[in-house]
């Protein structure tokens, strides 16, 4: 059962599937990298509002799964999360 967000006028469930590529699709996340770079966009995005659901971090890729509020865009959140 999906879990519904509540603002004052507003009920919502936004979830998004964001796959983040390095430019070149450079094979460059190894190792403890790995797991630092899943530890450092779970806080930014605890930081900038939203909330990191699932997230996984490849070797030349991320998959991320991320629930943003309706009031931010999707574009200027995720520009901010990879600033």
Not at 34 to 54: D, P, S, T, W, Y
Request: hydrophobic share 40%; net charge positive; charged share 30%.
């Amino acid at each position: 059962m999906r879990e519904w967000n509540n603002q004052t006028h507003v009920k919502w469930y936004c979830r998004y599937h964001i796959v983040i590529v390095p430019k070149y699709r450079r094979k460059a996340m190894f190792g403890a990298m790995r797991r630092e770079v899943g530890e450092i966009l779970k806080e930014l995005c605890r930081r900038f509002g939203g909330e990191l659901i699932e997230g996984h971090a490849m070797v030349d890729h991320v998959h991320m799964c991320i629930e943003i509020p309706p009031k931010e865009s999707v574009a200027h959140f995720i520009g901010k999360l990879k600033g």
